[in-house]
């Protein structure tokens, strides 16, 4: 890259060179060049019902935010909390993932000039020629679907990967925190017989196999299971920050042995370790509220503001420790099965990137350690959009 500032500058001091050097590639910046793809941005209950993105909102991503941060593209989130193993339970979580799907596909209809559903990775990239927001859809959890898993309608509905678990083991697998008072130690040592179902389903339709979340018998197995290569949507290392939810060496290694790529995520806690009594305010936190599954959107926005107050009491982790788990990520997996996700308005934000209008702090600074722009395009988005097209190949 410094060669392309070299130019520019003395562009600039010459300023008698034919006009066709300055073009608008070269006055555009590296962060407004590259294609950002960002694996996972969450949605409220109330969104486009209560909240209109189209505004400037207190959550970390709307549309005048997308718009500042020259945030291209990115998975939208069905997320489902965790619930019971009954009819009952999947019902209810059901209901929680329709609402919103909804929500996602009603901010693709009224705002059709800023955003356009992808299915595709050339999706992505026409909609980002057209200088729209590509949105995507990840499904962050698989418990919704039950134990007859239509994977086939979600595809059809636009669903582009599916996280297999979220906190606490489900009927598909084990996940990388047991729930404390539903596991009694790990229930299918990884994959369930429903597990594997689901990989083969999600083959079949072309949607990416997602591991974040899931523990780590349950990810290699899925590595091994899938015929596509799969995702971590949103992970962090544990070589930076040893918790249950980040990745170690030989789950980095499986990844890039697989072919597939692990989108380091900007949450605090996954990104630089708490301190001690962080970690005890955030236990009782958890004990008070209990069970996530029944928490309405008030008792949701209750926990945040706690959560929030408790994250408070040390230095939040920032966009320089953030990179150095794209760095480790790098140096283990190599540059072409590294990528990022944000986690926004589902936990994530880190100093120098609290929401999407920030996103060229990151860009920046790899461009401080010295990656290249074909290096950094391929974090981006180059990577995920690779895995994605072989997904597609998968389903044919
Ligand atoms: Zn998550």
Known sequence: MRNVFLLSAAVILAGCLPDKAATPQTERSLHERVL???????????????????????????????????LDAG???IYTPQGELTEAGYAAGREIAETRYRAITDLVNSYPEKVEMALTAADVRNAVDNGRHAVLIGMENAYPMGENPDVALWARRGVRYIGITHFGHNQFGDSSNANPKRDDGPRHDGLSDLGKRLIRAMNDNG?????????????????DYSRAPIIASHSGVKAMADTARNLDDEQLLKIKDVGGVAQMVALGAYVKLPTAEQAAARKA????????????????????????AITAMAPEATVAEFVDHIDHAVKVAGIDHVGIASDFDG?????????????????????????????????????????????????R
């Open 347 to 395: 936990g994530g934000g880190i100093d120098g990137w609290q929401d999407a209008s920030e996103t060229a702090n990151v860009t920046a600074e790899l461009e401080r350690r010295g990656y290249s722009e074909e290096e950094i395009e391929k974090i981006w988005s180059g990577n995920l959009l690779r895995v994605m097209e072989a997904a597609e190949r998968a389903g």
């Open 285 to 308: 936190l958890d004990a008070e509220f209990g069970d996530r599954a029944g928490w309405d959107q008030a008792k949701r926005d209750r926990y945040g503001e706690r959560r929030a």
């Open 207 to 223: 949607v990416m196999v997602d591991v974040s979340h899931t523990g780590k018998e349950t990810m290699m197995q899925a590595a």
């Open 75 to 77: 998975f939208w989130i």
């Open 36 to 70: 950002t793809l960002d694996t996972h941005i969450d949605i409220p209950l109330t969104y486009m019902t209560e909240i209109d993105p189209q505004f400037d909102t207190a959550l970390q991503v709307d549309l005048p935010k997308l718009a500042a941060g020259h």
